[in-house]
C-alpha cells in the first residue's frame, strides 16, 4: 500500500498539493522519517498548525499533538519605493552622502523586510534591515554620481531598482587667466581688468575682486 501511495504523482484538493515523486521515505523496522513536497494554494492563506499521529501495526494510535505553527502569505507584490541623495540637493562636495529612503509594501501584504544598495545597478552587497536613512560612500572622480536601492518584503519579493543622482565636485575652479591687467600710472583715476575661470562640475557662482597689497586688499 504504501508503495502504491508513494507511485502516485501527486494528490490535491483545494488548500494544497502533495507531490509524491518528491517526498522521500526512510527509516528501519521501528523509525520512520519523511519529507514531504507539499504547494500550498492562496485558499489557504494565514497562521496554520501543523499536527501529527502515528499509528502502528496493531492500530495503537497516539493523538494528534500541534508539532508547529505556519504563517502562510499570498503576498506576490514587491515593494515601491524612492530614494533621496542628501534630501535632493543637485551637488555635494563630498564622497559621504545621507540617503533619505522611503518605501511602501501593496495593501494587504506582508510588510516591509529588507533594502540593498549599489553604486552601478551591478554589485549588491549584503542586504540590511529596512531603514529609513542611511549614511553611504558615493565612488571617487568628480562627475554625475547614481545611487541605487532595492526594497524587500516579509514574503521574499524584491523591488526593481529606485535611483537618485547627484554630481560630485571635489574640484575647485580653475586659476584665473588674467586678460587685462591694467596700466600703471599716476594719474590713475580708473582702471579696467578682465579675467576668466571656469569649473566644469557647477559652474561658477562668486567672483571676489581686491586690489592692494594683499590678496584682501587694503
Not at 551637488?91 to 501593496?106: G, H, I, K, R, Y
Not at 568628480?142 to 526593481?160: C, E, L, P, Q
Not at 543622482?165 to 599716476?186: F, H, K, Q, R, Y
Request: hydrophobic share 30%; net charge negative.
Amino acid at each position: 500500500e504504501g508503495q502504491n501511495f508513494y507511485k502516485a504523482q501527486s494528490f490535491e484538493n483545494s488548500y494544497a498539493k502533495l507531490h509524491c515523486a518528491n517526498t522521500s521515505i526512510s527509516g528501519s523496522v521501528n523509525t520512520l522519517t519523511i519529507n514531504w513536497s507539499v504547494t500550498l494554494k492562496s485558499t489557504f492563506i494565514g497562521t496554520k498548525n501543523t499536527y501529527l499521529r502515528v499509528t502502528d501495526d496493531v492500530n495503537g494510535s497516539a493523538a494528534w499533538t500541534q508539532k508547529g505553527t505556519w504563517t502562510i502569505q499570498s503576498d506576490t507584490t514587491a515593494p515601491a519605493g524612492t530614494i533621496k541623495i542628501n534630501n535632493d540637493v543637485a551637488f555635494t562636495n563630498s564622497l559621504n552622502v545621507n540617503l533619505t529612503l522611503s518605501a511602501e509594501d501593496n495593501a494587504g501584504g506582508s510588510g516591509l523586510s529588507q533594502m540593498k544598495f549599489s553604486n552601478d545597478n551591478v554589485t549588491w552587497p549584503t542586504a540590511e534591515a529596512y531603514a529609513t536613512t542611511k549614511a553611504w560612500t558615493l565612488t571617487s572622480g568628480d562627475g554625475t554620481k547614481t545611487v541605487y536601492v532595492k526594497y524587500n518584503d516579509a514574503a521574499g519579493n524584491w523591488s526593481d531598482a529606485f535611483s537618485d543622482t547627484i554630481v560630485l565636485d571635489m574640484s575647485p575652479p580653475s586659476t584665473p587667466v588674467v586678460i587685462d591687467e591694467g596700466t600703471t600710472t599716476v594719474n590713475l583715476t580708473q582702471i579696467y581688468s578682465s579675467w576668466s575661470s571656469s569649473d566644469p562640475q557647477t559652474g561658477i557662482v562668486d567672483y571676489e575682486y581686491a586690489i592692494g597689497t594683499t590678496p584682501g586688499g587694503v
